[in-house]
């Protein structure tokens, strides 16, 4: 029963959500620990009186007082099993008034296995939200291998709000990872590395505070005529924004060595590297800039600002 209601809660914190973080005020997550049995302790921050009001197995519950005589509910539960671990640590205030409601609260969930999956779930609105990261920030990672084939996904999503509890920004990250994805073809598999990533960066309102431009180049050496090149294939080109526009980068990077070669009698030369890039501004109606190329996995003319340090491959 206590398994099930854990997992109730991971999904709702999920459903909510439209680096190391800390913690709000009063104190920073994760200063908790637990025994051999189970139990666990909380210790009472510096500058604090607290007292506590609950703890069992697996549960802790203390009240913070501060020198101002602000109060904060401290509540922390753990599950453990065979499969994984789900904990979760909130602090609400006790003398909240209508208008400075909000939350400051971590959840982190880990499985093992062939399954592997690692979230973390943070929320600081409200009184919580003092402006230093996110409001609301999810960071998941997931691993899996199938038969030899192994895949690996990595989610970041970001909200900025302000005092008022308004969305005003945010940034949003996902990448995939595919490793010799092509035995599931037969007669092509890599005779060297076989390696697929994707990656897509979004950013809007507060994460995107300035106008630019980014420029990609038309593909070289004949690339727009192969590869299933001619009407929609990438032309390469130019993309602006105004300060707050929605932005996105896409940025697809390949080896397969020794998959080409065996492709169309040759046809592709033999190269194994492969890399398709593209530019959108997602507030207006304008095309996106798009190239690809032979020969190379590197990003190609990445911008930082306001999509962040360059994929690696």
Not at 25 to 31: K, V
Not at 116 to 124: P, R
Not at 229 to 242: H, I, K
Request: charge should be negative; proline fraction near 5%; charged fraction near 10%.
């Amino acid at each position: 029963m206590k398994s099930s209601c854990f997992r109730l809660i991971y999904l709702i914190s999920l459903a909510v959500l439209p680096a190391a973080i800390s913690a709000a005020p009063p104190t920073a997550f994760n200063q908790w620990s637990n025994n051999a049995n189970g139990q666990l302790f909380a210790p009472c921050p510096a500058n604090f009186s607290c007292q506590v009001s609950a703890t069992g197995v697996g549960m802790y519950q203390q009240v913070l007082t501060d020198a101002n005589g602000r109060s904060y509910v401290q509540l922390v539960v753990q599950d453990n099993d065979v499969n994984g671990n789900i904990s979760m640590e909130t602090f609400t205030q006790l003398n909240n008034a209508p208008s400075d409601n909000g939350i400051s609260a971590r959840q982190n969930v880990t499985t093992s296995g062939n399954e592997a999956l690692n979230s973390t779930v943070i929320l600081n609105t409200g009184w919580a939200n003092d402006g230093s990261g996110p409001a609301i920030h999810i960071d998941q990672r997931f691993t899996t291998t199938y038969s030899g084939i192994s895949y690996n996904d990595h989610f970041i999503h970001q909200i900025d709000r302000d005092d008022k509890g308004n969305d005003t920004g945010f940034y949003q990250q996902i990448r995939q990872e595919v490793e010799n994805s092509n035995q599931f073809s037969a007669g092509t598999v890599a005779s060297g590395q076989d390696r697929q990533v994707f990656e897509s960066r979004r950013a809007a309102g507060t994460r995107n505070p300035d106008s630019g431009s980014a420029n990609l180049p038309a593909p070289a050496g004949g690339m727009g005529g192969m590869m299933g090149g001619g009407a929609g294939a990438p032309t390469g080109g130019t993309v602006s924004w105004r300060p707050g526009e929605e932005v996105q980068a896409i940025w697809i990077g390949q080896i397969c060595q020794g998959c080409q070669t065996a492709m169309m009698g040759g046809m592709m030369g033999g190269s194994s590297n492969f890399v398709y890039q593209s530019y959108d501004n997602l507030s207006d109606s304008s095309a996106a800039a798009a190239t690809r190329a032979l020969g190379t996995t590197s990003p190609i003319n990445w911008l930082e600002q306001p999509f962040g340090p360059a994929p690696q491959f």
